[in-house]
């Protein structure tokens, strides 16, 4: 299973970026799907989840009723949906997919990462 992730970039506080995770190489309906996020020095945090199952989702406190995680199943994407953007939602993006329905929020649940995308966030 391979993940693409895109979409980050620079925004003022109080705006808005949608994130995208394109999964390819299995069946994305038996994947769940997750966003991660590390700034220099911070260990690697869990964001959002969206469960293989019922597309359930789940949220860090950070990040609740700011970010919205979803996923298209006309072309195999996750999308995390960020608004109301903080200074200290800069970091490097991260999604990742595993078969769990519901993988812990610990980033070694998860087995297939794809590679980091920058959100910087100014005040």
């Known amino acids: 299973v391979q993940l693409q992730a895109s979409g980050g970039g620079l925004a003022q506080a109080g705006g808005s970026l949608r994130l995208s995770c394109v999964v390819s190489g299995g069946h994305f309906s038996l994947y769940s799907v997750g966003w991660f996020r590390q700034s220099p020095g911070k260990e690697r945090e869990f964001v959002a989840r969206?469960?293989?199952?019922?597309?359930?989702?789940y949220y860090a406190d950070s990040v609740n009723g700011r970010f919205t995680i979803s996923k298209n199943y006309a072309t195999n994407t996750a999308n995390l949906q960020m608004n109301n953007l903080k200074p200290e939602d800069t970091a490097v993006y991260y999604c990742?997919?595993?078969?769990?329905?519901?993988?812990?929020?610990?980033?070694?649940?998860?087995?297939?990462w794809g590679q980091g995308t920058q959100v910087t966030v100014s005040s």
């Open positions: 990742a997919a595993d078969r769990d329905p519901f993988p812990s929020t610990a980033p070694t649940a998860w087995h297939y």
């Open positions: 969206i469960s293989r199952i019922q597309g359930r989702t």
